[in-house]
């Protein structure tokens, strides 16, 4: 019987494409695909941003998202996990990370997909420096403070 992939983590510095993240949690068991995605936005505090750009050491980086992912499982009944995240520069508007997490009923996708970017936000070595019209500066990560 052939191994049935249950988990996807990529760093890439192509595009990212909702559909084709989303189809690799499709499962016929699954009634409910929650999804996420950050995208570059063109303001932060006043200022202009032109763009993102992200840095990663991508086999700690994986290895993180994996133990994250691993985790995520322990807490929800989950059927399939994506987290894929953007590297090098990211224009204003597109996609610079997507998770998507299948399971039988919504609300387990739903709170694993809020946990899974926020501690992927808190404990995976991704580096993201905004790039302004009149400058730029680097972000560090934080423990996500919530409404």
């Not at 690799?24 to 068991?29: A, N, R």
Request: charged share 30%; glycine share 4%.
């Amino acid at each position: 019987m052939a191994k049935v992939e249950k988990d996807f983590i990529k760093l890439t510095s192509d595009p990212l494409v909702l559909q084709d993240i989303v189809d690799l949690v499709k499962d016929d068991q699954a009634g409910a695909i929650s999804t996420f995605c950050g995208t570059t936005r063109n303001t932060f505090e006043d200022k202009t941003v032109v763009r993102l750009e992200y840095e990663s050491y991508i086999p700690m980086a994986e290895k993180e998202i994996s133990t994250i992912i691993t985790d995520v499982r322990t807490k929800w009944q989950l059927m399939k996990v994506a987290v894929y995240h953007r590297l090098g520069i990211v224009p204003v508007g597109e996609n610079s990370v997507i998770i998507a997490v299948s399971s039988v009923h919504r609300r387990e996708s739903l709170k694993a997909v809020e946990w899974l970017i926020d501690t992927l936000k808190e404990k995976v070595p991704i580096w993201k420096k905004e790039i302004y019209n009149d400058g730029s500066s680097w972000k560090e990560n934080t423990k996500s403070k919530c409404c």
